[in-house]
């Protein structure tokens, strides 16, 4: 009877197994040149940074472990040089989910403390990450790289989209990487039960902004390719939609009375903000949640 049960499990391991690697065979990595060392690259979850030079690879974020071989193939088309040292903005796995592997490939993995925290604990299935999958250096506050002949700004926002959320700025490249703090024409996902907040994701734009030009290219957590114009408008919905929710609160608006209110947020929605991940439904829930927190 235990041997059926251990091999009932070891089935279903297989099978999930067999299942995540699929989910990501079709998957094309597309890369988009910014500046003369750095790039964009796409593929299956958060977008990914690289920085190449005499002084070796530089990537932030990895997505999924299935991905990872495409990863580093397309790495190796912009160079030849070894990698060097990865940068995870927030901990979630379509952003940290190749980090064994990178390490493997021989990156040194740097990240906020609170990811390492979230990481080195018991995940979702029970399991432990392995130690590979750590960062290995950590940072509190703020963090800056020399690499490649500039000066990256390694920034830390608190209670954003997480509690371990990092903004990079590519000083020379004039390139920034939001993480996940800014989602590129959609509505964000803020991730509340990992410490994320409205006010903290707002403040996190703001910060965002304050080290950027016009001419900054900037890499969102998702979405394409963006700038400081696209940029603001995305700050100018996310206070447009404090403004209106914090009212509906104050007038004694419930939860659901806000989740089901279009009106709330139907210049965004209009304009396709909901049509992402989070949906139009779902951003009014994750403020009134968080405001409403606040508030008390």
Do not use: C, W
Request: no cysteine; glycine share 10%.
């Amino acid at each position: 009877m235990k041997t059926l049960k251990h091999l009932s499990i070891l089935l279903i391991f297989i099978t999930a197994t067999v299942n995540a690697q699929g989910r990501f065979d079709n998957v094309e990595i597309k890369t988009t040149k910014l500046s003369e060392h750095t790039y964009m690259l796409e593929g299956a979850g958060g977008n990914i940074g690289v920085s190449v030079g005499e002084d070796g690879v530089f990537v932030i974020d990895d997505q999924f472990a299935p991905l990872s071989k495409k990863i580093l193939t397309a790495i190796k088309e912009l160079s030849d040089m070894p990698l060097k040292f990865l940068v995870n903005t927030h901990y979630h796995g379509d952003h940290t989910g190749g980090n064994e592997n990178m390490t493997e490939a021989g990156a040194t993995i740097i990240a906020h403390d609170n990811v390492k925290k979230r990481l080195e604990a018991k995940q979702r299935d029970g399991s432990f990450k392995p130690k590979e999958a750590l960062p290995v250096i950590t940072f509190n506050d703020k963090l800056n790289i020399t690499i490649n002949d500039e000066s990256v700004a390694v920034f830390h926002v608190e209670h954003a989209h997480t509690d371990g959320d990092a903004i990079l700025y590519f000083t020379e490249s004039n390139v920034l990487h939001t993480g996940d703090t800014y989602f590129n024409g959609r509505y964000p996902y803020i991730d509340l039960n990992s410490g994320g907040s409205v006010n903290g994701y707002i403040e996190a734009a703001k910060r965002g902004l304050m080290v950027i030009d016009d001419e900054t290219k900037i890499i969102p957590g998702h979405g394409k390719v963006s700038n400081k114009e696209e940029y603001k408008g995305f700050l100018t919905m996310l206070e447009a939609l404090r403004t209106n929710i914090q009212k509906a609160i104050g007038d004694g608006k419930t939860e659901d009375e806000v989740k089901a209110d279009s009106s709330l947020t139907k210049t965004y929605d209009d304009l396709g903000y909901g049509s992402g991940f989070i949906n139009s439904e779902r951003i009014r829930l994750t403020f009134y949640k968080s405001l409403k927190a606040t508030k008390s």
